[in-house]
């Protein structure tokens, strides 16, 4: 009985303690099922944060995203699928938006699983639909609490009832046990399942780094080294194991930035000042294990793992792309420098051709004013037609230079249109008839006379291109055609060319107007040029704002057509105010000022001939002592001359208190580029005279600087007489370069120590020996010159005794041979 009453007293006590942790099972039961519900709508605005946060910080990583998605779709499969909610979702105000919720959840899915690229550019859509989400799960929430805390009452109650009467069973025991091994074995799977999605988003992660291009070092705040990607160790030639937890500064940055590196470490674990990190990329210079040092961009960004900050940095090598833009910078100035030869040389072509050509269409005109015999004549009428072709090539090139150089700008006025046209053909009808041709011209439709253009350009045009016909065309017709193709303001007029001459084969009309490009015929191999009129005329048609075309059928003739842009215009009134060239003053104190003698002869003659009186200055330091002592009308300076150049004359003058200060000084130079104008300006010229000298230009500038002006008289009120020479100007001259040529030699001969004299004196004789017929004599005395600047005494030795050998083998010197 005791053993019994034991037993009893035994199991009264199991069955009490059955009965206690079946009540409490029960009361644990329902409390999961309310915090599951409760955990659902928690875990639904963590999933709507995870979104917003990465919306708002475009670094943060979308695998927050997925993993708080999966989260809340789990949580939803437990409450859709769990049998504890089976009687729940019998009740519509529950399955309705739990269904609703599910569907919106497997619609999201394709964008979760898909491409990262979509996830991001999706997170706005994805957030809209996430807020349409939150009173539904509002909904499923509290409805399911408000049915599970009635459910819990009532169960409760059963329960207890039932336990009370089946507490003797244990199997109730063990069932309870079977439902906490079933939660268990839910709660490993979704922890399974967390762990696997964790490893895929740290396995993208890896992956990410593994195959960057640029290198990523993860430091932690104090400059410690946890990361170095594939990357890093490539660019910077370490390996990962090696550089763990070593301080960033000793390994990739150079010496002479250390410093400045510790110290900006020093400041952010201070206080968190931040100079660079989230700045962007900034240029910095990094160092290989090899102590190469060489140019990086670097970007830091800050990074949080748990509780622990980390400095992210993104750095890339672009040791190729500063040695690209190095090489693109010394291209440049190679070019530069081949732009800046290329003027240089163009200088020199202008000083070195136009200052012998100065004094051989001088002499020419001073020629035309003395008897001549008729095969005199036509000797120097011919070698004045040669000396002004070459001047026309001389002037082509330099008209290439002008517009590369951008100072050959429009210069529009009012034009009558038929003059122009008709001045054109009466210059050119002597030529035309020459070759046994017919010149006209004429309107196509209605006229339209006076217009605004830039006369002097297409005066120029019409003449390279008629001037053309006339070349390729032998006993034809040439006609010009001008027509009003659009009328208006502004009004686009046609004007053709046409010849009947050899034309011009198809496969030379794509290169016709280009530089330098001639075509070969029967009727023009006879005829030289240099290739630039056609390339000349293109440029002065575009800078007009228009274009320029050719047809042609050889054998039959050509047609060249332009259309250019015009402005109808009104009939000038006459401009009485400006002074005609005959009636410049005369009688004028003129100061010239010319290293070369035969130049400074002709235009001594010249200013003579119109009536002037001349003072002579061999350089600018004569000119400057001149200027100082006594005023003059009008100062014709050179450039490049001995002792001091015309420029540093120039500025003296203009700077000093003499009576010359501002007096009128025009620059008298070959050299005619735009940049040597614009020297010429600078230095205080009031003009340019260019060389050769030709008497009207001279005129127009007297008539522009003198007419209307107050005389000026010397310092002790006289003017000097005019002089008349009375031997012939030929004979003066030729005997002065005979003269200074062999005193030139006979200086040389004792070898002087002065070189920089030996190179003006034989640069002085050299412009003069072309123009006498003695281009071997010239050509010895430029590389004397060359040698002389050069210092080499032993090859100015051997330069000397070739020049005296090319003088004794030389001609006589004529100026008409």
């Known amino acids: 009985m005791a053993l019994a009453f034991l037993c009893l007293v035994a199991i009264a006590v199991l069955v009490k303690d059955v009965v206690k942790e079946l009540r409490f099972l029960s009361s644990a039961d329902s409390d999961n099922v309310h915090w599951t519900l409760s955990q659902a709508e928690v875990e639904f605005l963590e999933f709507r944060n995870a979104v917003n946060w990465a919306r708002t910080v475009p670094e943060t990583p979308l695998s927050t995203v997925i993993v708080e998605f999966d989260v809340f779709y789990s949580r939803t499969s437990t409450l859709a699928n769990g049998s504890q909610y089976s009687p729940l979702r019998e009740d519509p105000a529950f399955d309705a938006p739990l269904v609703e919720v599910r569907d919106r959840l497997n619609g999201m899915i394709p964008l979760i699983d898909g491409p990262r690229e979509d996830l991001r550019a999706g997170l706005d859509d994805l957030a809209a639909q996430i807020e349409d989400m939150r009173a539904l799960v509002r909904s499923i929430a509290t409805t399911g609490l408000q049915h599970f805390a009635l459910e819990s009452d009532e169960l409760r109650t059963s329960l207890a009832t039932t336990l009370l009467r089946l507490a003797v069973f244990t199997g109730l025991l063990l069932l309870a046990l079977a439902a906490l091994l079933m939660h268990a074995y839910r709660t490993a799977q979704q922890t399974d399942k967390r762990g696997k999605e964790l490893a895929i988003a740290y396995a993208r992660l890896n992956t990410i780094l593994n195959t960057s291009l640029d290198a990523v070092v993860v430091t932690d705040t104090e400059g410690r080294v946890q990361n170095f990607n594939p990357a890093a160790e490539r660019i910077f030639g ?50 290989r294990a090899n102590g190469e040092v060489f140019p990086v961009e670097l970007a830091i960004e800050t990074a949080h793992a748990g509780e622990e900050q980390l400095l992210v940095a993104f750095l890339r090598d672009i040791s190729h792309r500063v040695a690209s833009e190095n090489e693109l910078v010394q291209a440049r100035d190679k070019a530069l420098a081949g732009e800046q030869a290329k003027a240089e040389f163009l200088a020199m072509m202008t000083h070195e051709i136009r200052t012998p050509l100065n004094g051989i269409l001088g002499n020419l005109s001073l020629m035309e004013d003395t008897k001549l015999s008729s095969d005199q004549a036509r000797y120097m009428r011919n070698m004045k037609i040669s000396g002004e072709l070459l001047m026309r090539h001389v002037d082509a090139v330099l008209d290439v230079a002008r517009f590369e150089s951008g100072a050959d700008t429009a210069q529009e006025d009012v034009t009558h249109l038929g003059h122009l046209m008709q001045d054109l053909v009466d210059s050119q009808t002597s030529a035309a008839h020459a070759h046994g041709n017919a010149l006209q011209w004429g309107w196509v439709g209605t006229p339209e006379e006076w217009v605004e253009v830039d006369s002097s350009r297409l005066q120029q045009i019409l003449l390279n291109l008629v001037g053309n016909a006339i070349k390729f065309t032998r006993e034809g017709r040439i006609s010009i055609e001008a027509e009003m193709i659009e009328p208006g303001e502004p009004a686009q007029i046609e004007i053709r060319v046409s010849d009947t001459g050899s034309g011009i084969a198809e496969g030379d009309l794509a290169r016709i107007f280009e530089d330098f490009q001639t075509v070969s015929h029967q009727v023009s191999d006879s005829v030289g040029g240099t290739g630039l009129g056609l390339g000349i005329v293109r440029r002065f048609v ?57 130049n400074m002869q002709l235009a001594y003659e010249v200013l003579v001939g119109m009536g002037h009186h001349v003072t002579e200055a061999r350089d600018g330091q004569e000119a400057v002592d001149v200027a100082n002592k006594r005023p003059f009308d009008l100062v014709l300076m050179d450039i490049r001359m001995p002792v001091m150049d015309g420029l540093t004359a120039t500025k003296m003058i203009r700077e000093g208190d003499g009576p010359n200060w501002d007096a009128p000084i025009v620059a008298f130079s070959a050299n005619v580029l735009p940049e040597a104008r614009d020297r010429f300006a600078a230095a205080g010229m009031s003009d340019f005279l260019g060389k050769p000298l030709q008497r009207s230009e001279l005129a127009q500038i007297i008539v522009r600087f003198c007419a209307g002006r107050e005389r000026r ?84 030795v051997i330069a000397i005794n070739e020049a005296q050998a090319a003088w004794k083998a030389a001609p006589e010197p004529s100026l008409i041979s």
């Open 238 to 287: 370490r390996r990962l194991k090696d550089v763990r937890n070593k301080h960033i500064g000793d390994i990739i940055v150079p010496e002479h930035l250390r410093e400045a590196h510790d110290r900006g470490m020093a400041r952010f674990a201070a206080d968190g000042e931040r100079r660079v990190i989230g700045q962007g990329r900034v240029k910095l210079e990094g160092m």
């Open 542 to 598: 575009q800078a007009m704002g228009g274009e320029i075309g050719v047809e042609s059928t050889l054998g039959e003739g050509s047609t060249f057509w332009l259309r250019i842009p015009v402005m109808p215009a009104e009939e000038p009134s006459e401009d009485k105010g400006a002074l005609p060239e005959s009636e410049a003053p005369s009688d004028l104190e003129i100061l010239l000022v010319e290293d070369n003698d035969i």
């Open 713 to 796: 008289v010397t310092l002790d009120g006289t003017t000097p007489l005019l002089v008349k020479k009375k031997e012939s100007p030929m004979e003066k001259l030729r005997a002065r370069y005979i003269s200074e040529t062999s005193a030139l030699f006979e200086w040389l001969a004792g070898l002087p120590e002065d070189t920089q004299a030996i190179a003006n004196r034989a640069h002085q004789i050299a412009g003069s020996a072309a123009a006498f017929g003695q281009p071997g004599v010239r050509e010895a005395l430029l590389l004397v010159e060359q040698v002389a600047e050069s210092g080499d005494r032993e090859d100015l």
